[in-house]
């Protein structure tokens, strides 16, 4: 264990990916659980234009949208 001065505080963030066993897309997308419209709003964009399919915000939400921790201030 290295001490880096750097907490080791660890966060949730919101990520959205499209199926690519399906599709073969890499469409991935992370983002802070405070920043969950804009999030959904760029998927739901996505798959409309590239994927020629209409979901709505709440089925993009239900289905697509998990939950995930990263370390604080590294975005992985």
């Known amino acids: 264990m290295t001490n880096d001065g750097q907490s080791e505080e660890r966060r949730t963030a919101l990520q959205v990916a499209c199926d690519t066993a399906v599709s073969g897309c890499v469409f991935r997308m992370r983002t802070e659980e405070d920043d969950k419209d804009r999030l959904l709003e760029i998927a739901r964009e996505h798959v ?5 399919q209409e979901y709505s915000l709440e089925e993009i939400d239900d289905r697509h949208v998990t939950e995930i921790e990263v370390e604080a201030g590294t975005g992985e």
């Open 48 to 52: 409309k234009e590239q994927h020629g």
